[in-house]
C-alpha cells in the first residue's frame, strides 16, 4: 500500500515539474516568438477624388480593398476613405455598382463594402489624424487606426496629384513633407512595425522623396516629371474604370492566395513600362529587409500566427511520454 502511495505522489510530483518546465518553455518560445516580426496586419486605403469622371480612382481603391481581404485582412483591420459618390450617381447605368473592366466580370462595390470616412469625410486633416492616432475620444474604434509596434500597414493612395502634392476631393492638397511627418510620429509612438507605401497618381515619385522614418518601402506608379495613365475604358459606362499601374498590380495579386510563398520583390518587379506607360519608381533605403525574402502576404495578407509543439503529456500513464 505503502509502495503505491509513493508512487502515485512520484508520478504527481513527474507531472507538476513536467507542467512547470513546459510552462517556462512556453513562455520562453512565445517571447522569442514575438521579438522576430509583426503579429498584425491593418490597410489604410485612400482616394483622393470624387466625381462621376474620376470613377477610375474610386474603382483603383475599391479592387484593392477587395485583394486584401480576400488574402485576409479583415474589415475590422481596414480603414477605407472613399468619396463612395458614383455607384448611385445618375449617370451609372448599372445602378449600385462599381466595375473595373471593360467586361464587368467583378463588381468591385460588392455586397459587404465597409467605408470608413464617406464624402466629404475624406480629407487632408482626416487622413492625418487616422495615421497618427490624434482622433477625439468621440471617434468609434471602427475608425480608428489600432496599430501598435507589431504592426505592418500597407498605405495605398490614388486620385491627381504633381510635383510634391495629392489632391483631395478638388479641395485640398498633402504634400510630400505633412505625409512624411505624419510617417514619423506613427513611428515615434511605436504605432507601426513596417510600412508598405503604394501611390498611383501622376508624378507619384515625388511623394516618397520626403520619408525618413525607419521601415518604410515605397513604390509610386510614375516618376516626377511623367503622368500616371488610365489603362481602358467602358463604352457602356462611358468612362475609364481602372489605371494601368493598379491594373497590372492587380493582375498579379490575382494570382496569389493567401497562402502563397510569393515575394514583394517578384511583385515590386514584374512591372513593364511599356505596358504601364510609366516608370515605376521602387524607394527600399530606409527599408532592412531583402525583399526577396519578404512574403507579399506581410502587407497584402493577414498574420495567423501558430506553433506546434510535439510534447503531449498522459495522466493516466496509459501513454508514453514524446
Known sequence: MAAKCSYRLFKLYFIIALVLITSSYAIESQEQFFKRGHTNNWAVLVCTSRYWFNYRHIANTLSIYRS???????????ILMLADDVACDPRNSKSGTVYNNANQQINVYGDDIEVDYRGYEVTV????????????????????????ERSNVLVYMTGHGGNGFLKFQDAEEISDVELANAFEQMWQKRRYHEIFFAIDTCQAASMLEKFYSPNILGVASSHVGEDSHSHHHDPEIGVAVIDSWTYYTLSYLERVKPTSKDKMHYLLQSFDRSLVMSTTKIRTDLYKRDLTKVPITDFFGSVRNIEI??????????????
Open 309 to 322: 509543439v510535439n510534447v503531449s503529456v498522459s495522466v493516466d500513464g496509459s501513454k508514453e511520454l514524446r
Open 125 to 148: 486633416e482626416n487622413l492625418v489624424r487616422v495615421l497618427t492616432g490624434r482622433l477625439p475620444d468621440s471617434v468609434p474604434r471602427s475608425k480608428r487606426l489600432l496599430t501598435d
Open 68 to 78: 486584401v481581404k480576400r488574402l485576409g485582412i479583415p474589415d475590422s483591420q481596414i
